[in-house]
Protein backbone atom coordinates (compact mmCIF):
# COMPACT_ATOMS: atom_id res chain seq x y z
CA UNK A 1 0.00 0.00 0.00
CA UNK A 2 2.52 2.40 0.74
CA UNK A 3 4.00 1.41 -2.61
CA UNK A 4 0.77 3.04 -4.09
CA UNK A 5 0.74 5.78 -2.52
CA UNK A 6 4.11 6.71 -3.08
CA UNK A 7 3.56 6.48 -6.63
CA UNK A 8 0.38 8.64 -6.33
CA UNK A 9 2.54 11.45 -4.59
CA UNK A 10 5.13 11.19 -7.05
CA UNK A 11 2.53 11.93 -9.47
CA UNK A 12 0.68 14.92 -8.10
CA UNK A 13 3.90 16.30 -7.45
CA UNK A 14 4.66 16.78 -11.41
CA UNK A 15 1.32 18.59 -11.79
CA UNK A 16 -0.07 22.17 -10.94
CA UNK A 17 -1.99 22.98 -8.67
CA UNK A 18 -4.79 26.06 -7.99
CA UNK A 19 -4.15 28.82 -5.76
CA UNK A 20 -5.56 32.25 -5.21
CA UNK A 21 -4.09 33.40 -1.95
CA UNK A 22 -7.28 32.06 0.12
CA UNK A 23 -7.88 28.73 1.75
CA UNK A 24 -10.31 27.58 -0.70
CA UNK A 25 -10.80 27.97 -4.68
CA UNK A 26 -13.84 28.84 -6.05
CA UNK A 27 -14.01 26.21 -9.05
CA UNK A 28 -16.83 27.40 -11.75
CA UNK A 29 -19.17 25.83 -13.62
CA UNK A 30 -18.81 28.17 -16.65
CA UNK A 31 -16.44 31.16 -17.86
CA UNK A 32 -19.40 33.25 -17.22
CA UNK A 33 -19.65 31.73 -13.38
CA UNK A 34 -15.60 32.69 -13.10
CA UNK A 35 -16.25 36.30 -14.05
CA UNK A 36 -19.47 36.59 -11.62
CA UNK A 37 -17.62 35.25 -9.28
CA UNK A 38 -14.54 37.71 -9.48
CA UNK A 39 -17.11 40.64 -9.85
CA UNK A 40 -18.03 39.53 -6.31
CA UNK A 41 -14.47 39.46 -4.66
CA UNK A 42 -14.74 43.00 -5.99
CA UNK A 43 -17.28 43.98 -3.34
CA UNK A 44 -14.72 43.93 -0.59
CA UNK A 45 -15.65 41.54 2.44
CA UNK A 46 -19.25 42.77 3.65
CA UNK A 47 -22.60 41.37 3.82
CA UNK A 48 -23.47 41.70 -0.49
CA UNK A 49 -20.08 39.99 -1.05
CA UNK A 50 -20.59 37.09 1.17
CA UNK A 51 -24.29 36.65 -0.21
CA UNK A 52 -23.42 36.84 -3.89
CA UNK A 53 -20.47 34.21 -3.02
CA UNK A 54 -23.31 31.93 -1.41
CA UNK A 55 -25.78 32.76 -4.26
CA UNK A 56 -22.77 31.29 -6.57
CA UNK A 57 -22.36 28.28 -4.84
CA UNK A 58 -25.84 27.57 -3.27
CA UNK A 59 -27.19 27.61 -7.59
CA UNK A 60 -24.64 25.65 -8.50
CA UNK A 61 -22.71 27.56 -10.18
CA UNK A 62 -19.56 26.26 -8.97
CA UNK A 63 -17.35 24.73 -6.33
CA UNK A 64 -15.06 25.06 -3.68
CA UNK A 65 -11.74 23.48 -3.71
CA UNK A 66 -8.74 23.41 -1.28
CA UNK A 67 -6.01 25.39 -2.01
CA UNK A 68 -3.00 23.74 -3.30
CA UNK A 69 -5.32 20.97 -4.88
CA UNK A 70 -3.73 19.47 -7.62
CA UNK A 71 -5.07 19.68 -11.31
CA UNK A 72 -4.31 18.68 -15.22
CA UNK A 73 -5.12 21.44 -17.47
CA UNK A 74 -7.85 20.17 -19.80
CA UNK A 75 -8.03 24.11 -21.97
CA UNK A 76 -7.88 27.39 -21.83
CA UNK A 77 -9.34 30.31 -23.55
CA UNK A 78 -8.40 33.58 -22.61
CA UNK A 79 -7.50 34.27 -19.44
CA UNK A 80 -9.37 31.22 -17.83
CA UNK A 81 -8.32 27.94 -17.44
CA UNK A 82 -10.64 24.62 -17.62
CA UNK A 83 -9.14 22.46 -15.07
CA UNK A 84 -9.63 18.62 -13.62
CA UNK A 85 -9.35 18.45 -9.97
CA UNK A 86 -7.00 15.14 -9.32
CA UNK A 87 -7.15 14.90 -5.73
CA UNK A 88 -8.91 15.94 -2.73
CA UNK A 89 -12.92 15.83 -1.89
CA UNK A 90 -13.72 17.29 -5.21
CA UNK A 91 -11.22 14.71 -7.19
CA UNK A 92 -12.86 13.71 -10.66
CA UNK A 93 -14.76 17.29 -11.57
CA UNK A 94 -14.20 19.86 -14.25
CA UNK A 95 -14.28 23.59 -13.70
CA UNK A 96 -13.26 26.89 -14.57
CA UNK A 97 -10.41 29.14 -12.76
CA UNK A 98 -8.58 32.15 -13.75
CA UNK A 99 -5.81 30.66 -15.76
CA UNK A 100 -2.87 33.42 -12.97
CA UNK A 101 -4.64 30.32 -10.44
CA UNK A 102 -3.11 27.55 -12.08
CA UNK A 103 0.60 27.72 -10.54
CA UNK A 104 3.55 25.12 -10.28
CA UNK A 105 4.40 22.21 -12.15
CA UNK A 106 4.36 22.46 -15.73
CA UNK A 107 0.65 21.82 -16.14
CA UNK A 108 -0.54 18.26 -17.59
CA UNK A 109 -3.35 18.47 -20.15
CA UNK A 110 -5.89 15.93 -19.89
CA UNK A 111 -8.87 15.11 -22.17
CA UNK A 112 -11.93 16.03 -21.01
CA UNK A 113 -14.23 12.53 -20.42
CA UNK A 114 -17.56 14.29 -20.52
CA UNK A 115 -16.53 17.79 -22.06
CA UNK A 116 -18.24 19.77 -19.27
CA UNK A 117 -17.38 21.07 -15.97
CA UNK A 118 -18.32 19.09 -12.96
Given at each position: ??????????????LPSIVNQ???????????????????????GGLEARKKLSELVTFGCGF????GTHVSLISRQGTYALVHIENGAQAG??????????????????????????
Open positions: MLAVEAAEDARLAKMAAVFVASDIKCSQQYQAALTLGLADANNGWVPATWVKGASPATRTPTNGKAK
